[in-house]
């Protein structure tokens, strides 16, 4: 917050220094916990543009322009359906919130710098056009989606086919029965007769691949949608940002609140099951312990 507000010009070298670190920590954590896929979904892919946006490229308006539509279209509504939550002693949750909320920060600065005089438009007048708000974009989709494939369902397939427990986004997705595209997708599915009423999604499956590649394409579609009138509205921007910023606070909250409830609960079953004890001949006096409250990785 301090460099947002106080130095936003580098917030660019404060983004890149913050999230290799975080990035760099999730590929230990996730590699042990054989969860390493997830480190070629598309929100690093994105984080990588913008890595080179900063570094490399910062004055190439084609790429600034795709980062821009990407993170504030399809990173910020990823958000909402991985039900990203501001947990604030979990590293993975703070890490997975940042991975998608710091490259939409990033471009709202370029976009909207204090001083009024955005980098990428150095004539003071910005145009996104079709050309940046939906094509570019989808093609940069479309690549990684291309790559994702050629990575694991030819370079590494038997790899995976032969381990079933390495998690992927996309095993993760067809086993979550509550998450939003789940849902979503097998009751399209479902009604336009893809699948029989009481068929569900089978990771290994073609059928249950084709449904999750084309829905998250047209799913990153739909979130481009917004993005012009982000770009062309300050208002409308930080708004949006503020209503999704307020989506993970309310998950942190109903998160600690859920699980603090669950955990009191316990601790005053675990202390009456003390308290009942009894010994031949007479009960045994048992000291209450103290309801104590730990943190722990969920």
């Known amino acids: 917050e301090y460099v947002l507000l106080k130095y936003p010009q580098h917030f660019g ?32 892919f994105a984080n990588a543009s913008c890595f ?38 979990s590293l993975d949750k703070i890490t997975s919130f940042a991975i998608h909320i710091m490259p939409c920060l990033l471009t709202f600065l370029q976009r909207w710098p204090s001083d009024g005089k955005s980098v990428m438009c150095p004539t003071g007048e910005c145009k996104l056009g079709v050309q940046g708000a939906v094509i570019n974009p989808i093609l940069f989709y479309i ?28 095993r993760w997705l067809t086993r979550d029965a509550k998450n939003p595209m789940n849902k979503m997708a097998k009751s399209v599915c479902r009604a336009t007769g893809i699948f029989r009423r009481d068929e569900n999604f089978e990771p290994e499956s073609l059928k249950t691949k084709m449904v999750f590649w084309i829905s998250q394409l047209i799913f990153m579609m739909i979130t481009l949608t917004p993005v012009p009138l982000m770009f062309h509205y300050c208002n409308f921007h930080w708004i949006s940002l503020m209503c999704v910023f307020g989506v993970t606070v309310w998950n942190g909250s109903n ?9 009191y609960i316990q601790q005053f079953e675990a202390q009456k099951k003390e308290k009942s004890i009894v010994t031949p001949g007479k009960e045994e006096s048992v000291e209450p312990r103290k309801a104590t409250v730990t943190f722990k990785e969920e």
């Open 13 to 44: 070298l404060y983004y890149v220094a913050v999230m290799t670190y975080m990035i760099v920590l999730r590929v230990y954590m996730y590699a042990k916990a054989r969860y390493i896929y997830f480190m070629i979904d598309f929100c690093y």
């Open 52 to 89: 080179v946006s900063v570094l490399y490229l910062p004055g190439n308006e084609t790429l600034w322009k795709i980062n821009y539509a990407v993170s504030n279209g399809l990173l910020l509504a990823a958000i909402l359906a991985w039900r990203n939550s501001l947990v604030f002693h």
């Open 143 to 170: 690549a990684w989606q291309l790559y994702y494939i050629l990575q694991t369902e030819i370079i590494d397939r038997k790899k995976l086919k032969g381990d079933p427990d390495i998690v992927t986004s996309l």
């Open 255 to 263: 998160y600690y609140f859920e699980v603090f409830a669950a955990r």
